[in-house]
Structure formats: structure tokens, C-alpha cells
């Protein structure tokens, strides 16, 4: 590792998606996650160095007291979901972002403020308690000296998956921001109809503190789909009945799949089994099947939505079954040197828990870079 290298503080770590993104580019500092699971993944692929296992509550903030230029968050989202009935930041998982950012304002009042905050999470922050939540998270930035804004980035423009994810990035008040780094008014693609809305509602002190976000495009092509699955993959475990699936399905969804089967060659679909509305109120279980080159967004096995699906169709005829670790760590943008967990449901937990690499490279690439190397306010003398 280069001694050269900005430093790092990855929270909430997982098995280390945004490691994956940064190692070769950052140091890292400190990376914590209370999952023995995912801590032991984390060390399986990048060494215990750093690593501490445990409640964010319990972190000795004497390892914060050092040199750390970022600190980055996925804090659990259960709460600011449909799945956790959007208790908001006042649950007890996604209210962590409390104790991230008692973390954050013990390290500056000790002479180590982090020059980047990055804080990730589900739309739902957006509009959780009627806005009141993200309120409170820029409130905290500013409290601690931050200017901040928000990106909402969908990783279908990174990867062959619809995964939408809220980035509120902030920068310590002394940094001279680059150029260009952020526009006086809303226009980036990242910038959707939610962030805009939820930005007009902070109140006028907030918004002094707001900055637009400015990054280009991304430039480089993204993956298909079906590079990314084993077609010819024989698992018998795996294996779904087909028939089954189209018995779940709306007329609308078997007409997808009709449509699949007249286009011939190879076509892949991704299903989610839902429970819907029926007759009289009464809620059943449906399968619906996309087939425009986009994996749903992935999950926990666990999570309100079941694990996804793959609906393979060669020359006509269909084939289904559940997507492996692998194909849903690659969706993720992970190579596959990366080591997985054996068991299924731990390893596709990881990637349904994570956050998508190359969002993460490019996050670095055109915000956080530029502004370790832009320099500082000239203090007062």
C-alpha cells in the first residue's frame, strides 16, 4: 500500500463492496459492520487489518482519532423501507445513522474532522417521515460543518440491474470545491424528481448548505445481462418449475414471456414472486417476469421481496431457476476472484445487502478525488 494514499473509514462494511471499489486508490483506516458473517467475508477477501467486529454503539472512537480523509455509511435501510414500515430514522436499525454521526462530530471536536462524508441508502430516505428524516440527516451534516447534496443513482447506468440508491455526499466547509464540481441549480441525471423535491422542502438555513452535484455521465458500456449468467448452468437444486411460474403470472406477465419465446435465440428473464392484491381485497401471490436486459433489484433472501429468479429461454423453450451467489455478486459489479460464503442464502445476502462497486469507482472518480486534491480555506491569522 502506498503511504501516500488518502485514507478511508468504511462503516457498515459488509463483506466490503466499496473496498473492492477503493483498495487500490485509498487506505484503508477502519472498517466496522456488527455481522460476524460478513466480517469473516471481509477478511476472507481483504485481511483483518482494520477490520473490527461489533456494534457501531461500542466502537472505541479513539480510533477515530487519526489522520481519515472519508467516511463512508450504508447504514441498514430496514426501517426507512416497505419492509420496515418505514419506521425512519427513528427504528432501531436505520436510527444508526445517529450513532455514525455522534462518531463523526467526536473525531472533528478532536482535531480530526473527515474532509468527505458518504452516506448511502434506499429512496425511502428521500420521503420517510414525510421528508422529516432527510431533514434530520442534512441537519447533521451542516451541524458538524458540512456542506452536502444528494444523488439518486440508479446502477442500471453501471450494471445489467435496476438498483436505485440515495448518496448524500458532504464536504467539509474549508474545501475549496473544483470547478464545475457543483452546478447552482438542479439538472444532473442524477438528480431525479425526488431529490429536487426533497431538497426545496429543507429549510432556508439548510439550503445555504446545499450543493448540487455536478458529475458528468457515465461514460463506459454497461454489461448485458446475459453475459453475466451461466445459460448452460445444470443445477438441479436450483431448479423452478416453469409451469408453476406462468401459473403466478398475469396475463400481462405471460405475455412477456410469449413474446421471449417468438424472439428466439437465448432470452433472459428475471421473476419476483409478490404478494398482490386479488379479488375482494385479498392478497395473492404473483410471479412477474421483465425481460429488458435488467435484473430486478437484488435482495435479501430474507427481505419482503423473494430471491430472484432466472427465466431462461432458448430457441422457445423455457427453463427456470434461482440466480447463484456468483451471478448476483457480478450484478454487483464484483469480480469473480471474489471469495463468497458456501451457503447460499449468506452469499446472496451479501450482495442483496451491498452497495454496487463500480457506483462507488465512479463516485471516486469524479467527486472524491477531486476533492482530495483541491485545496483548503486559508485560516485567518
Not at 452546478?183 to 438528480?191: E, V
Not at 413474446?259 to 386479488?278: C, D, E, F, L, W
Not at 427481505?303 to 432466472?310: F, I, K
Request: some cysteine.
Amino acid at each position: 500500500m502506498q503511504p501516500n494514499l488518502p485514507r478511508m473509514a468504511e462503516f457498515f462494511s459488509g463483506a466490503g463492496m466499496v473496498r473492492a471499489a477503493l483498495r487500490d486508490r485509498w487506505q484503508l483506516a477502519l472498517a466496522n459492520d456488527i455481522d460476524a458473517r460478513k466480517c469473516a467475508a471481509y477478511a476472507a477477501n481483504w485481511g483483518e487489518d482494520g477490520l473490527v467486529e461489533g456494534d457501531i454503539a461500542t466502537l472505541d472512537p479513539a480510533l477515530l482519532r487519526q489522520p481519515i480523509d472519508l467516511y463512508w455509511a450504508s447504514s441498514p435501510c430496514q426501517d426507512l423501507s416497505l419492509a420496515g414500515n418505514r419506521r425512519g430514522l427513528a427504528g432501531a436499525r436505520s436510527g444508526v445513522f445517529h450513532t455514525w454521526m455522534d462518531h463523526v462530530t467526536a473525531a472533528a471536536a478532536a482535531g480530526f474532522a473527515p474532509r468527505i462524508l458518504a452516506f448511502e441508502n434506499v429512496t425511502g430516505i428521500l420521503s420517510s417521515g414525510e421528508g422529516r428524516d432527510f431533514h434530520a440527516v442534512c441537519a447533521a451534516f451542516h451541524k458538524a460543518g458540512y456542506r452536502f447534496g444528494a444523488l439518486e443513482i440508479d446502477a442500471r447506468h453501471f450494471l445489467p440491474q435496476s438498483r436505485p440508491r440515495v448518496f448524500v455526499l458532504a464536504v467539509r466547509a474549508d474545501v475549496v470545491l473544483p470547478a464545475g464540481m457543483a452546478a447552482k441549480q438542479a439538472g444532473s441525471l442524477f438528480h431525479s424528481k425526488r431529490v429536487v423535491k426533497a431538497a426545496e422542502a429543507l429549510p432556508r438555513a439548510l439550503r445555504k448548505s446545499w450543493l448540487w452535484w455536478a458529475p458528468p455521465p457515465p461514460s463506459d458500456p454497461v454489461a448485458r445481462l446475459v453475459d453475466l449468467i451461466d445459460v448452460d448452468l445444470d443445477r438441479p437444486d436450483l431448479t423452478v418449475d416453469p409451469g408453476r411460474l406462468m401459473a403466478l403470472m398475469s396475463d400481462l406477465n405471460r405475455a412477456k414471456v410469449a413474446h421471449a419465446q417468438a424472439a428466439g435465440g437465448v432470452q433472459i428473464g428475471t421473476v419476483y414472486k409478490r404478494g398482490r392484491p386479488g379479488a375482494g381485497g385479498k392478497v395473492r401471490q404473483r410471479a412477474e417476469v421483465r425481460f429488458d436486459g435488467l435484473a430486478g433489484c437484488l435482495r435479501t433472501p430474507a427481505g419482503g421481496s423473494s430471491r430472484q429468479t432466472l427465466m431462461i429461454i432458448r430457441d422457445g423453450q423455457i427453463s427456470a431457476r434461482l440466480m447463484t451467489p456468483r451471478e448476483a455478486a457480478r450484478l454487483m459489479g464484483l469480480t469473480d476472484s471474489y471469495i463468497l460464503p458456501e451457503a447460499y442464502n449468506e452469499a446472496y445476502k451479501l450482495s442483496g445487502d451491498g452497495v454496487a462497486v463500480p457506483v462507488v469507482s465512479y463516485l471516486n472518480d469524479t467527486i472524491f478525488s477531486p476533492l482530495m486534491a483541491a485545496p483548503l480555506l486559508a485560516r485567518a491569522a
